[in-house]
Every structure is written in structure tokens, then in C-alpha cells.
């Protein structure tokens, strides 16, 4: 079956989609009048993560997202006056946390000496330690190696929280331990 439009005779490819290897033309085949060969535009294949639906909507799927924890005081930094602080997050969809991410910057002499410990770690009600004790948040360094965790699942809304203080020397006035606190893990989209 042939088509004719406006003298290009098109051999039945109306809609000028064809595959040629990996590469996806565009445009109808030109033959008979004019140049010898092929008006056709290779578009190179669609990256794996260009997967949408419409531009800007992603297919519905799994991805790999970060979740920050925010500091109930003190914009999460401890002093002599604040020794305690929790550190909460409520994901907007829902969330596999698997990855602890802390950062712990000291200034002053007595920081030196002190650790940020986390007493808890809960998603919704449900506690996510096997016993109960005090670690250390600097174990989840943006560094470290083979710390990779696999916490109960939140649906949104769920409050993911963990409550930390400063254990060491007593801080002066002019000392401070700034930590920030983040989940990587897999979301809903």
C-alpha cells in the first residue's frame, strides 16, 4: 500500500515512526523525486531515567530519596543550656528509611571531648533498636562503610523520630555541637 502526500511517496509509513537499530527515526521516508535517500531524523534511545509519563510526571515507581530530620531546639545545635534535643520527620509518601546520614561540627575545647548519642530511634510507635542502649550518631558518618540499616517502613504522616544529647565535659559558653540528622531510603512516587 502506498500514500502519496504532497508528492512524497510514502510506502504505507504515514506516521514516519520507524526503528532502525537503537535509534528512532522521525519522518517519512523520501523516494522517487527529489534527493536520493533517506529525510530522516535519528534520535539517539531514551535514557532509563527519563521514564515519565507526561513532561515533568514520573512514572509511578520506587526511588531513592533523601529525608532530613528536623531538631525540636536550638536549630540542632547543643550548648551548655541545651543538652537534649530530638530530631523528627513526618515523609510525605511513604518511606523505607535505610540509611542514617549524621554530621556533627565542634567548636570549642570542651566539644572536643563530647559525643552526640542517640537514645532511641522510632518509627511511628514502634522502637527500631534490639535493646536498649545509647549509640554514638557519628557511627553514621557520610564516610562510613557497611552501615546500611533496614528500619520499618512509615506510611505518611508517620513521625520517624530520635531523641539525642551531648555526653562528655560539661560545655562552656562558648562551646557548641552542631548536628544535622538525614534518612536516605526508598520512597513511593
Known amino acids: 500500500m502506498s500514500y502519496n502526500t504532497m508528492g512524497y511517496d510514502t510506502e504505507g509509513d504515514v506516521m514516519g515512526d520507524e526503528t532502525e537499530g537503537d535509534y528512532q527515526t522521525v519522518g517519512a521516508r523520501r523516494r522517487g523525486r527529489g534527493r536520493p535517500g533517506h529525510r530522516q531524523l535519528a534520535l539517539p534511545p531514551k535514557p532509563g531515567w527519563r521514564n515519565q509519563l507526561a513532561p515533568g510526571v514520573p512514572m509511578p515507581g520506587e ?17 551548655a543550656g541545651v543538652t537534649a534535643i530530638q530530631f523528627t520527620a513526618r515523609p510525605q509518601a511513604p518511606f523505607h528509611p535505610e540509611r542514617l546520614l549524621a554530621s556533627v561540627r565542634r567548636t570549642g575545647t570542651a566539644a572536643a571531648g563530647n559525643i552526640i548519642a542517640a537514645q532511641n530511634l522510632f518509627v511511628g510507635r514502634d522502637l527500631q533498636l534490639v535493646e536498649l542502649g545509647e549509640f554514638d550518631v557519628e557511627f553514621f558518618s557520610p564516610t562510613a562503610f557497611g552501615v546500611r540499616l533496614q528500619l520499618d517502613a512509615a506510611q505518611p504522616g508517620v513521625l520517624i523520630s530520635i531523641d539525642c544529647i551531648a555526653i562528655g565535659a560539661t560545655l562552656t559558653t562558648t562551646d557548641t555541637l552542631a548536628v544535622s540528622l538525614m534518612f536516605l531510603g526508598r520512597s513511593i512516587r
Open 63 to 79: 526511588g531513592l530519596q533523601p529525608l532530613p530530620l528536623r531538631p525540636n531546639l536550638n536549630n540542632g545545635v547543643f550548648t
